[in-house]
């Protein structure tokens, strides 16, 4: 009995590994395969490998310079929603002041505005302030949008650590500023560490106001410059399926080394 | 070490409310264990946290050896507090726990380690120094956070209901700790409980609140043998005083207290003040009251027993009294044979009884001081 339930249940999980993984592994396949391969057959197994589209697509088609700025952009605006975010979660969360709610709602309710509504404002302010076709420009964007998501989270993980812990270090001689660093922050570890991956993720595959915000060739990020290989009458699907490569790694790497954290942030308080 | 004074101590949270903590006067001696005890919602904790600099102070002076300490932050004022959830900081270690107060304090490396060293040696935590709190029992966890306060040495230490998280067995051992610890330090401690057992072994004096108020301050014993009220009265005991509704009569031996067909008499000089026919309540602690099992003993009051709760050492009976709504408890011996529905008598010494005003105040208290006076 026990071992048909366990088998049904190994066949369910296999079903959803390959469900999950069928599309990663696919373009993994086809990064390693030139265009006019894959167009004689889709799923074919790459014989012979070319690796050297890797470097290829690094060094001719700028993917080095798309994956740098992808990179300041993205863990800039990462490092600046996370401080700027569990400043706000532990001020909404510790202190009673006059219109805390409603701080807190407002902030949290522009989460209900698709972002094409308010892209094209967007677009004319930061014209208007000289950051158009800037990556601090992109960055800021990128923080403003996070920021909603990053308090709803932290400030919930925030309210829930002891009272007493904070009046502790009262106690024991430290300001407001210092136990936010030293007590707060440090015990909100795994639910910041959440927010960083999440942040991470959704922001290494932001398209849309990339597209709009940046036209600058030496200011495109990886999205933007995957999107270069497609064309009006042709795309280059080999080079597409390297460029996702390259694109998903610091993704899997920042996952890999966080994902204990990750669900340790996801599950803290579920049980005692 | 230092002399605290509470004088009006008032905390108001909103004016819709009743004051949390209204008028509080008092005087913790120097090297003094003084506890404040009373239910829930009493304001013991909100006194405590104003002493600590965690709550402003509505209206009042707070005072640390003399220097009004109102507008002073919680770090200024030298005090040490142990919480009740230990609050113990869950990513340091014991060791970082107890030294991150010296650490805010600049104190140089080796004497952090020394004192940090010696205060794990008293709480017998040397050899635990290296794990987070998480791996520590409860009762592991109350030390250091004992120890937290103790290597601080400051001028008063504060304890905000301590032990009341930890098992039976535990509360009794740790209760023990702190004696020890303050016979060690001689410091002055304000302990806040709602566990008279803690209040009245622990402390110098105890400070019993109620609804925002001190109802009573003074030695365990003599709050418990003089109550000031019959809030007092009934609070403090386990099992509490019997309160019990009577009138003032006279009678040719002097006055006497009745209620429904009962009657007690009293000496006269408690209800002296009073005219024939004024309410009262009577106070019968439950060890001043006999059960009488003899129907021919001259017992002053008969019930009948509704409930028999054998203690071991004793036996709890509670008897009712014709014509009054609460049962009668009373202590008996702990082999007495009495049983649910047995029509018993009680045998009670006047002079132990107390005589409350019926305003609540103790005309015993009352007469006594007068006496002292």
């Known amino acids: ?272 | 070490m230092a002399v605290v004074t509470l004088n009006g101590l008032t905390k108001r949270y909103d004016r819709a409310h009743p004051a949390a903590a209204e008028d509080v006067d008092l005087e913790v001696a120097d090297g003094e264990f003084m506890v404040l005890l009373g239910p829930s919602g009493c304001g013991k904790t909100t006194t405590l946290r104003m002493i600590a600099g965690l709550e402003s102070i509505t209206s009042g002076t707070l005072s640390i050896d003399g220097r009004v300490v109102n507008d002073v932050p919680a770090r200024d004022r030298d005090i040490a507090m142990v919480f009740q959830s230990y609050a113990l900081y869950p990513h340091m270690s014991v060791r970082d726990n107890m030294a991150f107060g010296l650490r805010r304090r600049q104190m140089p490396r080796a004497e952090i380690e020394q004192r940090v060293r010696d205060a794990a040696e008293i709480l017998g935590l040397s050899t635990l120094m290296d794990r987070k709190p998480h791996a520590l029992s409860g009762g592991q966890r109350q030390r250091v956070a004992l120890g937290r306060a103790i290597v601080r040495d400051p001028k008063v230490f504060l304890f905000d209901e301590p032990l009341s998280n930890l098992d039976a067995a535990l509360r009794v051992s740790t209760r023990s700790e702190i004696a020890a610890l303050h016979r060690r330090l001689q410091a002055t401690m304000i302990y806040v409980t709602h566990d008279q057992v803690e209040a009245m072994t622990l402390g110098s004096r105890i400070c019993i609140m109620n609804a925002g108020r001190i109802a009573q301050v003074g030695r365990p014993m003599d709050v418990y043998r003089m109550p000031a009220d019959t809030f007092v009265a009934g609070f403090l005991g386990n099992p509490p005083m019997n309160l019990i509704p009577a009138t003032v009569t006279d009678a040719p031996g002097g006055r006497e207290l009745r209620f429904g067909p009962n009657r007690v008499e009293v000496p006269a000089a408690r209800t002296a003040p009073l005219e024939a026919g004024s309410a009262v309540t009577l106070g019968l602690r439950p060890e001043h009251l006999a059960p009488a099992l003899d129907a021919s003993d001259s017992a002053a009051l008969w019930g009948e027993v509704v409930t028999v709760e054998p203690l071991g050492a004793e036996t709890l009976v509670r008897v009712h009294l014709p014509e009054i709504a609460d049962p009668v408890i009373v202590r008996a011996p702990g082999e007495s044979e009495v049983a649910i529905g047995d029509r018993i008598g009680i045998r009670l010494d006047p002079s132990a009884a107390h005589v409350f005003h019926a305003d609540g105040h103790s005309m015993t208290a009352a007469h006594h001081q007068a006496r002292r006076g």
């Open chain 1, 1 to 272: 009995m026990r071992v048909a339930t366990q088998s049904i249940v190994m066949a369910i999980l296999c079903a959803y590994t390959m469900f999950a993984a069928g599309p990663f592994v696919w373009a993994a396949m086809l990064s390693l395969r030139t265009t006019s391969e894959i167009h004689l057959d889709h799923f074919a197994l790459p014989d012979p490998m070319h690796w050297d589209k890797y470097p290829d697509a690094w060094f001719n088609s700028n993917y080095s310079i798309y994956f740098m700025n992808s990179l300041q952009v993205v863990v800039g605006a990462v490092i600046l929603v996370t401080l700027i975010g569990a400043m706000a979660a532990h001020c909404l969360a510790r202190y009673r002041f006059r219109l805390n709610r409603i701080i807190y709602f407002v902030l949290f309710s522009t989460i209900i505005f698709p972002p094409q509504v308010t892209i094209i404002s967007l677009f004319q302010i930061l014209v208007g302030y000289g950051l158009y076709n800037s990556k601090l420009g992109l960055m800021l964007v990128y923080v403003a949008i996070q920021l909603p998501l990053t308090v709803y989270i932290l400030e919930s993980f925030f309210a829930r650590i002891p009272a007493d812990l904070f009046d502790a270090a009262r106690m024991d001689g430290y300001s407001d500023w210092a136990i936010f660093w030293r007590v707060a922050l440090p015990v909100a570890m795994p639910a910041v560490t959440t927010t960083v991956i999440l942040n991470f993720i959704l922001l290494w595959n932001e398209f849309l106001f990339a597209v709009v915000l940046i036209t600058d060739e030496a200011n495109r990020t990886l999205p933007l410059g995957i999107q270069r290989f497609i064309g009006d009458t042709q795309e280059d699907i080999g080079m597409i399926a390297t460029g996702l490569m390259i694109a998903i790694i610091p993704v899997i790497v920042v996952y890999a080394f966080f994902s204990e954290k990750l669900i340790q942030g996801m599950t803290a308080g579920a049980v005692k």
